[in-house]
């Protein structure tokens, strides 16, 4: 047995964690719970301060539990890498973007490689969580970290483990979410393994190399970014028919076998399904070799916000109302039901179509009370009233948030379009619209 892997079995290693976001943290934190020093690193000094001063910014992390281990000396955070030095095993968590040509920007990826590398050790481990195309961790970091003169998989270890945080997920936290580990030699799997073992209560799936584990990540998001493309193009091909989508949704579901209830929406939100499959196709071209099935899904999925819009637009139209010069409400801009995020989220596409348009656009949500989007900023209303609903030409639902009262929404807006079926349990129907 390895002296690091014996030690991580003691707990008497320290672990670092690069990045301290929606990944990052709630990993640190499970690492510090289970018994190990946690160092977090991370560029942005408001989220080190935060950190070291025990408060807590991210939805799926518990705030008793970051001020506990914080207090207890086992979480702390810095800007400094030179810590890595007495790190033994190091995470890197940090954001995958596209860039304006929706091509990988591994950058960020990049420039935390280059700042550990000078303080690369002897049997140390290092470990890439983020999202990204297969080869990153063999192409990209096993040469950056060479420099430091080590060998790879002979002086210090290298692995992917791809994150598969879902946040709002009241079931699978961090803890309890099965792992896939692929190491660059055998080694390197098995001591990447044995750290999450100690951390998690989730079982560890092994595989043979990082290139499996980077494509099995991509694999998961593009499975669902396929099947939400398909039933989205289902969704406006039952609008033309006069069928509703939804229940003949849930009739599909009543199989219980060989189907998966997919639902549709205004588009697709977060950090991982709209990106990864760009990840894969850009990738799949240095093969000569085109994801067509694939890149159809996404064009219809990134469609799907101008197309709500143009709904809402007939909507109006059927009221005699036009959508230029209309008060419309948007209910919901965070990506998905009841969290405070809002990456790419399709909500904020949509504000931008409707605006464009001609409409006056405000909106509430109580997880994301301000927002950027190209430049603006926008603001959330106090409070969602009967006279801001009442005032409104049309209410538009983009996020099913469950602290929503929407029999007190149907009652008092005279116009309401739902693209999230959030309103499915409304008796009253008469001013409802479904996508």
């Not at 989205?232 to 009543?254: G, P």
Request: aromatic content about 8%; overall charge negative; proline content about 6%.
């Amino acid at each position: 047995m390895s002296t690091l892997k014996q030690r991580i079995l003691n707990r008497s290693v320290t672990l670092g964690v690069v990045g301290l976001g929606y990944v990052g943290l709630p990993l640190a934190v499970e690492k510090a719970k289970a018994g190990f020093t946690v160092i977090g690193f991370d560029i942005q000094p408001e989220k080190v301060d935060m950190v070291n001063r025990g408060h807590n910014y991210i939805g799926d992390v518990v705030n008793a539990d970051l001020e506990a281990i914080v207090k207890s000396g086992r979480l702390k955070a810095t800007m400094d890498f030179a810590s890595v030095a007495s790190c033994d095993c190091v995470c890197i968590a940090v954001p995958t973007p596209l860039d304006e040509h929706q091509q990988p920007d591994i950058s960020y990826v990049r420039s935390s490689a280059e700042s550990i590398m000078p303080y690369v050790h002897r049997d140390m481990l290092i470990v890439l969580e983020s999202t990204t195309y297969p080869g990153t961790t063999e192409e990209l970091l096993k040469p950056i970290f060479e420099k430091s003169g080590l060998t790879c998989g002979v002086d210090f270890y290298l692995a992917f483990s791809p994150e598969r945080v879902d946040p709002g997920n009241a079931v699978y936290k961090t803890r309890n979410t099965p792992k896939v580990v692929g190491g660059m030699t055998p080694e390197c799997t098995d001591i990447a393994a044995t750290l999450y073992e100690a951390v998690l209560e989730a079982p560890v799936h092994r595989v043979s190399s990082p290139a499996i584990a980077e494509m099995e990540k991509i694999l998961e998001n593009t499975y669902r970014n396929v099947n939400i493309g398909l039933i989205n193009e289902l969704a406006i091909l039952c609008d033309r028919m006069n069928i509703n989508i939804w229940e003949v949704i849930d009739a599909a579901k009543s199989k219980p076998y060989g189907f998966q209830a997919f639902y549709p929406g205004p588009g697709l939100g977060g950090h991982c399904i709209p990106l990864d499959p760009y990840y894969l196709s850009w990738k799949a071209r240095e093969f000569g070799f085109h994801t067509s099935m694939i890149e159809s899904s996404m064009i219809i999925n990134d469609r799907m916000p101008e197309y709500c819009c143009q709904r809402a637009m007939r909507v109006l139209n059927e009221r005699k109302k036009a959508l230029n010069g209309a008060k419309v409400l948007v209910l919901g801009v965070a990506y998905k039901q009841d969290i405070d995020d809002f990456r790419e989220s399709p909500a904020l596409r949509v504000i931008d179509c409707l605006k464009a348009s001609g409409a006056e656009v405000t909106y509430y949500d109580s997880y994301v009370p301000q927002y950027r989007f190209e430049g603006e900023t926008y603001e959330s209303l106090p409070a969602l009233t009967a006279q801001a609903l009442a005032t409104s030409d049309l209410v538009m639902v983009t996020a099913a948030h469950t602290n929503i009262d929407y029999d007190f929404v149907a009652e008092h807006a005279p116009l309401i379009f739902d693209t999230k079926n959030a309103m499915k349990n409304v008796k009253k129907r008469e001013n409802i619209q479904v996508l």
